[in-house]
C-alpha cells in the first residue's frame, strides 16, 4: 500500500512538473524531502538499549529454536571458515560484512546482540519481524527490506555466527 | 381469478419443495448426514485441500492442467509440448532442446492420454506419462516437481494416438500410431497405401528408479489405424491390447471407406514373449532418426540427442505374441477391467459394448482356433473370444473406466451419457445426461488394478450453453459424478483448458506430501550459476556477452550494466537465490524476441537478447515478490556497434 501511495505521490509530483510549464532546465529538486532515517530515530527508542539508541540489548534471546548458545572462548577457525562459505552463497546478496547494505552488516554484532538472537534471526525470520521488537525496528530502519529464510539448518547457522566473531 | 392463477403456481413450487426436501432426506439416509446437496460435496471450505489431484490433457494447448477434485479448482498448466511464456519455457535457453525433434524445433503439440506410473497395478504417483500426436513423441513428467523431465520423439510414427499407457509396474509406456506410414518413409503414390504401409507400436522401457525412458522396440504392424489401448493387468499382465479401426485400408475418405467391414479387431500383443525374443538378440535394427530430450534438474537445463536407430519386430516371426480379436464397428476405446480379465472394446459405429474375455482368449490360442489371419497374424473367432454384450441402448460408445467394485462406467458420444453396467451381468445400472457429447471418462485410478471409485469425471467436447457465453471459441466442459452410490449424481461442471481428451487422477495424499517446495542452492549444478555472491560477473567473448546475475527480494546483482553493443548477443544467466517456499523472481528485458523467464528459489534459468537500439533499457522482476517488488528493476546501456566502452556492471553504487 505505502509503495502505492508513494508511487502516486511521485506521479503527480511527475504531473504538477510536467504542467508547471517552466520552459528552464532544472537539474535538482527545489523541493525539501525529509530522509527517511530522520524519522526512525525516535522510534529506534522503543526497542533495545534506550541509553544507546542504537538496538544494542544483549539480554534479548529473540524468538525461535535456538534457547541457549556457549561461545568458546577462542574462535573455531573451521567453523568460521565453513560460516563464510556459507555467508557467501546464502546471505552475501542483502549483507555485506562490514557495511550496511540491503541489511544490516554483521561486523560487531555480538557487541550489539546476543548470538541466540543472531541464529534466532537467520532461523525463523518471518516470526522475528513480527514479533521481536529489535527486528521489527530493523525491519523499518531497512526499508521494509524483509530478512529472507535461506532454509538454513541450525548447524549452519552456528556456522556463520562463528565467522561473524571473526569479523 | 387472475389471484388464484398467480397463488396456483406458488403452491406448486411449495409442493415441489416440500418434495424436493423429503427425497434429499432419503438420500441423506444413502450417503450420510453430512454431505447432503451437490454443493456441500464439492465445496473445500477456503484453506482447505482438495481429495484427488487429477492431471487433465490440455488437447491442442500441448500442455497438461492440474485441477482439484471434488472441487473443479485448476491449479496449475505444466507445459510439456508447447512453449510457455508464462515461466520461459521452450524459450530459455536450458529448455529449448526439450521441443527438438526430427523436423527441428517443434513448439506445440496435440497432448491426449496421460498415466499415472504404476506398481503392482497401482498408482505410486512417481511420474505422468503423456503423448504428443502431431509430432509423434512421449513425456514424462516428475510428480515431484511438476515438471517435464524428459521427451522421447517417437519414429516411424505418426498420429501417436494410442499412448502413453503404461504396463502394470512401468515396465514400458507404449505408444501405437494412428496413422499407417511408408516404413522407412520414401516417395512413393499414396495409393500404394495397401501392404506398403505399416503401423509401429513401440515399447518404450522406463528404467527403475530414474524414469529415464528408452525405445526398446517397435512391433510392425499390418498397416491399420491403431486407436487406442491400454495393458493387461493381473492375469493378463504381459499382454497389451490395442484397438483398430481402417482395417479396411483406405487413404481416403476414411469417413465411408473405413467403415465398411462389420468389424475390426482388437491386437493383442504379447510383449513380455516379444521382449524375451529381442533380449535373445531377435528383431532387426533399422536406421531411424529421432530425438531424446533430457532435463536434469541438478544442472536446471535440457540436452537433445538424435538417435539413429531402432529395433524393429515383425510379428510373423514371434509365433504366439500377436493376434487379432474381431471386435464390431470400428471400435475406439480400448479397456481392460480391473481383473484383467474383461477386454472392452467400444464399437463407436455400434450402440453395444463388446466384452471379450481374456481367459477365453487363451483357450482359444490354445486350442488353435482361428478364423484366418491378416498379413500373417492369426485372427481369432469373434464368438471364441466373447464374453458377452452390453445392450446399452445408447450410440457412440467411445472410454470406460472402472470402479473397483464390479462397475463400469461408459461414455456415449452421439446419445451424450455416461452408463453404468455391471461387468460381470453387463446389465446397464444407471445411465446419466452429459452436456454435452462426452469423450473420456475419468476415475482416479480407472485404469488400474485398484481405482478410487468415489468421482468420475465426464470431458464433454461440445460446451454451447454451460457457461456465460464467450465468443464463437469456448473452453471445455468438464462434469463431475458422485458414483460412490448406486445412482450417479451430477455434482459439477467446471471449465477445462484446451480440449482435454484423457485424465489421470490420484489421492492427494500420495502426492501432496512429496511435493517439491524449493531447490536448494547447494544441488545447483548450472554451469551458469551465480553460487556464491562473488561469482557475479559479465564476460564478452566477441559478440557474445554473459550475464552471471543473481536476484533475492528486492534487487538484481548487477542491476546496472553498460558496454553492450547494439548486435552483441546478450545471455543473461540469473539465479534466484531465495530459498524459501513460494518466492519465485521473475526476469522481463524490453523488447526480447522471446519470453519472461519465471525463476524458482535456487534454480537458474537463462534468457538471450539481442539488442537492436542504442540507448538505456530496463529489465524488471516480474512476479510481485515482496512490498519493495517495484524497486526490483535495473538497466541496461546499450552502446552502438563500434563503440568501444568494455563491459561493467555495478549494484548499489
Same mark, same amino acid.
Given at each position: 500500500?505505502?509503495?502505492? #501511495?508513494?508511487?502516486? +505521490?511521485?506521479?503527480?509530483?511527475?504531473?504538477?512538473? /510536467?504542467?508547471? *510549464?517552466?520552459?528552464?532546465? $532544472? @537539474? %535538482?529538486?527545489?523541493?525539501?524531502?525529509?530522509?527517511?532515517?530522520?524519522?526512525?530515530?525516535?522510534?529506534?527508542?522503543?526497542?533495545?538499549?534506550?541509553?544507546?539508541?542504537?538496538?544494542?540489548?544483549?539480554?534479548?534471546?529473540?524468538?525461535?529454536?535456538? #534457547?541457549?548458545?556457549? +561461545?568458546?572462548?577462542?574462535?573455531?577457525?573451521?567453523? /568460521?571458515?565453513? *560460516?563464510?562459505?556459507?555467508? $557467501? @552463497? %546464502?546471505?552475501?546478496?542483502?549483507?555485506?560484512?562490514?557495511?550496511?547494505?540491503?541489511?544490516?552488516?554483521?561486523?560487531?554484532?555480538?557487541?550489539?546482540?546476543?548470538?541466540?538472537?543472531?541464529?534466532?534471526?537467520?532461523?525463523?525470520?518471518?516470526?522475528?519481524?513480527?514479533?521481536?521488537?529489535?527486528?521489527?525496528?530493523?525491519?523499518?530502519?531497512?526499508?521494509?527490506?524483509?530478512?529472507?529464510?535461506?532454509?538454513?539448518?541450525?548447524?549452519?547457522?552456528?556456522?556463520?555466527?562463528?565467522?561473524?566473531?571473526?569479523? | 381469478?387472475?389471484?388464484?392463477?398467480?397463488?396456483?403456481?406458488?403452491?406448486?413450487?411449495?409442493?415441489?419443495?416440500?418434495?424436493?426436501?423429503?427425497?434429499?432426506?432419503?438420500?441423506?439416509?444413502?450417503?450420510?448426514?453430512?454431505?447432503?446437496?451437490?454443493?456441500?460435496?464439492?465445496?473445500?471450505?477456503?484453506?482447505?485441500?482438495?481429495?484427488?489431484?487429477?492431471?487433465?490433457?490440455?488437447?491442442?494447448?500441448?500442455?497438461?492442467?492440474?485441477?482439484?477434485?471434488?472441487?473443479?479448482?485448476?491449479?496449475?498448466?505444466?507445459?510439456?509440448?508447447?512453449?510457455?511464456?508464462?515461466?520461459?519455457?521452450?524459450?530459455?535457453?536450458?529448455?529449448?532442446?526439450?521441443?527438438?525433434?526430427?523436423?527441428?524445433?517443434?513448439?506445440?503439440?496435440?497432448?491426449?492420454?496421460?498415466?499415472?506410473?504404476?506398481?503392482?497395478?497401482?498408482?505410486?504417483?512417481?511420474?505422468?506419462?503423456?503423448?504428443?500426436?502431431?509430432?509423434?513423441?512421449?513425456?514424462?513428467?516428475?510428480?515431484?516437481?511438476?515438471?517435464?523431465?524428459?521427451?522421447?520423439?517417437?519414429?516411424?510414427?505418426?498420429?501417436?494416438?494410442?499412448?502413453?499407457?503404461?504396463?502394470?509396474?512401468?515396465?514400458?509406456?507404449?505408444?501405437?500410431?494412428?496413422?499407417?506410414?511408408?516404413?522407412?518413409?520414401?516417395?512413393?503414390?499414396?495409393?500404394?497405401?495397401?501392404?506398403?504401409?505399416?503401423?509401429?507400436?513401440?515399447?518404450?522401457?522406463?528404467?527403475?528408479?530414474?524414469?529415464?525412458?528408452?525405445?526398446?522396440?517397435?512391433?510392425?504392424?499390418?498397416?491399420?489405424?491403431?486407436?487406442?489401448?491400454?495393458?493387461?493387468?493381473?492375469?493378463?499382465?504381459?499382454?497389451?491390447?490395442?484397438?483398430?479401426?481402417?482395417?479396411?485400408?483406405?487413404?481416403?475418405?476414411?469417413?465411408?471407406?473405413?467403415?465398411?467391414?462389420?468389424?475390426?479387431?482388437?491386437?493383442?500383443?504379447?510383449?513380455?514373449?516379444?521382449?524375451?525374443?529381442?533380449?535373445?538378440?531377435?528383431?532387426?535394427?533399422?536406421?531411424?532418426?529421432?530425438?531424446?530430450?533430457?532435463?536434469?534438474?541438478?544442472?536446471?537445463?535440457?540436452?537433445?540427442?538424435?538417435?539413429?536407430?531402432?529395433?524393429?519386430?515383425?510379428?510373423?516371426?514371434?509365433?504366439?505374441?500377436?493376434?487379432?480379436?474381431?471386435?464390431?464397428?470400428?471400435?475406439?476405446?480400448?479397456?481392460?477391467?480391473?481383473?484383467?480379465?474383461?477386454?472392452?472394446?467400444?464399437?463407436?459405429?455400434?450402440?453395444?459394448?463388446?466384452?471379450?474375455?481374456?481367459?477365453?482368449?487363451?483357450?482359444?490360442?490354445?486350442?488353435?482356433?482361428?478364423?484366418?489371419?491378416?498379413?500373417?497374424?492369426?485372427?481369432?473367432?469373434?464368438?471364441?473370444?466373447?464374453?458377452?454384450?452390453?445392450?446399452?441402448?445408447?450410440?457412440?460408445?467411445?472410454?470406460?473406466?472402472?470402479?473397483?467394485?464390479?462397475?463400469?462406467?461408459?461414455?456415449?458420444?452421439?446419445?451424450?451419457?455416461?452408463?453404468?453396467?455391471?461387468?460381470?451381468?453387463?446389465?446397464?445400472?444407471?445411465?446419466?445426461?452429459?452436456?454435452?457429447?462426452?469423450?473420456?471418462?475419468?476415475?482416479?485410478?480407472?485404469?488400474?488394478?485398484?481405482?478410487?471409485?468415489?468421482?468420475?469425471?465426464?470431458?464433454?467436447?461440445?460446451?454451447?450453453?454451460?457457461?456465460?457465453?464467450?465468443?464463437?471459441?469456448?473452453?471445455?466442459?468438464?462434469?463431475?459424478?458422485?458414483?460412490?452410490?448406486?445412482?450417479?449424481?451430477?455434482?459439477?461442471?467446471?471449465?477445462?483448458?484446451?480440449?482435454?481428451?484423457?485424465?489421470?487422477?490420484?489421492?492427494?495424499?500420495?502426492?501432496?506430501?512429496?511435493?517439491?517446495?524449493?531447490?536448494?542452492?547447494?544441488?545447483?549444478?548450472?554451469?551458469?550459476?551465480?553460487?556464491?555472491?562473488?561469482?557475479?560477473?559479465?564476460?564478452?567473448?566477441?559478440?557474445?556477452?554473459?550475464?552471471?546475475?543473481?536476484?533475492?527480494?528486492?534487487?538484481?546483482?548487477?542491476?546496472?550494466?553498460?558496454?553492450?553493443?547494439?548486435?552483441?548477443?546478450?545471455?543473461?544467466?540469473?539465479?534466484?537465490?531465495?530459498?524459501?517456499?513460494?518466492?519465485?523472481?521473475?526476469?522481463?528485458?524490453?523488447?526480447?524476441?522471446?519470453?519472461?523467464?519465471?525463476?524458482?528459489?535456487?534454480?537458474?534459468?537463462?534468457?538471450?537478447?539481442?539488442?537492436?537500439?542504442?540507448?538505456?533499457?530496463?529489465?524488471?522482476?516480474?512476479?510481485?515478490?515482496?512490498?519493495?517488488?517495484?524497486?526490483?528493476?535495473?538497466?541496461?546501456?546499450?552502446?552502438?556497434?563500434?563503440?568501444?566502452?568494455?563491459?561493467?556492471?555495478?549494484?548499489?553504487?
Amino acid at each position: 500500500m505505502s509503495t502505492i #501511495k508513494k508511487t502516486m +505521490l511521485l506521479l503527480f509530483g511527475i504531473l504538477l512538473t /510536467a504542467c508547471g *510549464g517552466t520552459p528552464e532546465k $532544472k @537539474e %535538482k529538486f527545489t523541493y525539501e524531502r525529509t530522509p527517511a532515517q530522520k524519522e526512525t530515530k525516535t522510534v529506534n527508542k522503543v526497542a533495545g538499549n534506550k541509553a544507546t539508541g542504537d538496538l544494542t540489548d544483549l539480554d534479548n534471546k529473540g524468538i525461535g529454536p535456538v #534457547k541457549n548458545i556457549e +561461545l568458546g572462548t577462542d574462535i573455531d577457525q573451521d567453523m /568460521a571458515k565453513a *560460516g563464510q562459505a556459507l555467508f $557467501k @552463497e %546464502k546471505c552475501m546478496l542483502c549483507h555485506k560484512p562490514d557495511k550496511k547494505f540491503i541489511g544490516p552488516a554483521p561486523k560487531g554484532i555480538l557487541d550489539r546482540r546476543s548470538p541466540e538472537w543472531v541464529m534466532n534471526m537467520i532461523l525463523n525470520p518471518e516470526v522475528m519481524v513480527k514479533e521481536d521488537p529489535i527486528a521489527k525496528q530493523l525491519l523499518i530502519d531497512h526499508n521494509g527490506s524483509p530478512m529472507a529464510n535461506q532454509g538454513l539448518t541450525e548447524e549452519e547457522a552456528r556456522k556463520v555466527l562463528e565467522y561473524f566473531r571473526t569479523l | 381469478m387472475k389471484l388464484t392463477i398467480k397463488s396456483l403456481p406458488s403452491l406448486v413450487l411449495i409442493a415441489v419443495m416440500f418434495t424436493a426436501c423429503n427425497s434429499s432426506g432419503t438420500s441423506n439416509g444413502n450417503r450420510g448426514a453430512l454431505a447432503s446437496t451437490a454443493a456441500e460435496k464439492v465445496y473445500v471450505a477456503p484453506g482447505e485441500h482438495d481429495e484427488y489431484y487429477a492431471f487433465f490433457s490440455g488437447g491442442y494447448s500441448g500442455n497438461l492442467t492440474v485441477y482439484g477434485l471434488p472441487s473443479g479448482r485448476m491449479f496449475k498448466e505444466i507445459p510439456v509440448f508447447s512453449q510457455f511464456p508464462t515461466n520461459g519455457y521452450g524459450y530459455s535457453e536450458e529448455t529449448k532442446p526439450m521441443l527438438n525433434t526430427s523436423h527441428g524445433f517443434v513448439p506445440w503439440d496435440d497432448l491426449h492420454h496421460p498415466d499415472i506410473s504404476q506398481t503392482n497395478g497401482k498408482l505410486d504417483g512417481r511420474w505422468i506419462f503423456v503423448n504428443g500426436n502431431n509430432t509423434p513423441r512421449i513425456a514424462r513428467i516428475d510428480l515431484k516437481t511438476f515438471e517435464t523431465e524428459e521427451i522421447i520423439e517417437v519414429p516411424n510414427s505418426a498420429g501417436n494416438h494410442s499412448s502413453s499407457f503404461i504396463t502394470e509396474n512401468t515396465e514400458y509406456v507404449v505408444a501405437g500410431t494412428r496413422f499407417s506410414v511408408p516404413v522407412p518413409q520414401q516417395d512413393i503414390s499414396i495409393k500404394e497405401y495397401k501392404g506398403h504401409f505399416k503401423g509401429a507400436l513401440s515399447f518404450i522401457s522406463v528404467e527403475p528408479e530414474t524414469g529415464r525412458m528408452n525405445m526398446k522396440f517397435q512391433v510392425m504392424m499390418p498397416g491399420f489405424n491403431y486407436d487406442l489401448s491400454h495393458p493387461g493387468r493381473g492375469k493378463s499382465h504381459g499382454w497389451f491390447f490395442f484397438t483398430t479401426y481402417n482395417t479396411e485400408e483406405a487413404s481416403t475418405l476414411l469417413e465411408v471407406n473405413a467403415s465398411q467391414n462389420d468389424k475390426d479387431f482388437i491386437a493383442a500383443i504379447n510383449w513380455k514373449k516379444i521382449e524375451e525374443y529381442v533380449n535373445n538378440g531377435g528383431g532387426t535394427k533399422m536406421p531411424a532418426n529421432y530425438a531424446h530430450n533430457v532435463y536434469e534438474h541438478a544442472t536446471h537445463g535440457a540436452k537433445s540427442t538424435m538417435l539413429k536407430e531402432v529395433l524393429t519386430v515383425d510379428p510373423t516371426e514371434v509365433p504366439g505374441a500377436v493376434f487379432f480379436l474381431p471386435t464390431p464397428k470400428s471400435p475406439h476405446g480400448c479397456d481392460v477391467d480391473p481383473t484383467g480379465e474383461y477386454i472392452i472394446g467400444n464399437g463407436k459405429l455400434s450402440a453395444d459394448l463388446t466384452v471379450h474375455s481374456f481367459d477365453k482368449m487363451i483357450a482359444a490360442i490354445e486350442a488353435k482356433k482361428f478364423d484366418g489371419e491378416a498379413y500373417g497374424i492369426p485372427v481369432l473367432k469373434f464368438e471364441d473370444v466373447l464374453a458377452g454384450q452390453v445392450k446399452s441402448g445408447g450410440l457412440g460408445p467411445l472410454h470406460t473406466e472402472f470402479d473397483g467394485k464390479g462397475n463400469a462406467y461408459t461414455t456415449f458420444f452421439i446419445s451424450s451419457e455416461l452408463v453404468k453396467w455391471n461387468v460381470e451381468t453387463r446389465e446397464v445400472i444407471d445411465r446419466q445426461p452429459n452436456y454435452y457429447s462426452v469423450g473420456h471418462v475419468m476415475i482416479p485410478g480407472g485404469n488400474s488394478a485398484a481405482p478410487f471409485g468415489k468421482y468420475a469425471v465426464a470431458m464433454n467436447k461440445i460446451t454451447k450453453d454451460r457457461y456465460l457465453p464467450t465468443g464463437p471459441e469456448l473452453e471445455h466442459s468438464a462434469q463431475l459424478f458422485d458414483i460412490s452410490g448406486d445412482k450417479m449424481e451430477l455434482l459439477l461442471d467446471f471449465p477445462t483448458h484446451g480440449e482435454p481428451h484423457y485424465a489421470a487422477g490420484i489421492p492427494a495424499e500420495i502426492l501432496a506430501p512429496k511435493s517439491q517446495k524449493i531447490y536448494r542452492l547447494e544441488d545447483n549444478k548450472h554451469p551458469f550459476a551465480v553460487l556464491n555472491g562473488e561469482d557475479t560477473r559479465i564476460e564478452r567473448n566477441g559478440n557474445e556477452v554473459h550475464v552471471y546475475m543473481s536476484m533475492i527480494r528486492s534487487h538484481f546483482t548487477p542491476d546496472n550494466i553498460e558496454g553492450i553493443k547494439v548486435g552483441d548477443k546478450v545471455y543473461f544467466h540469473i539465479t534466484n537465490h531465495e530459498q524459501d517456499f513460494d518466492v519465485p523472481h521473475g526476469f522481463a528485458m524490453i523488447g526480447a524476441n522471446n519470453a519472461e523467464l519465471l525463476i524458482m528459489p535456487g534454480q537458474t534459468k537463462t534468457l538471450v537478447w539481442e539488442p537492436k537500439q542504442v540507448g538505456v533499457w530496463p529489465f524488471y522482476c516480474t512476479d510481485f515478490c515482496s512490498a519493495l517488488h517495484q524497486e526490483m528493476q535495473g538497466y541496461v546501456r546499450v552502446s552502438p556497434a563500434n563503440s568501444n566502452i568494455e563491459p561493467s556492471w555495478s549494484l548499489g553504487e
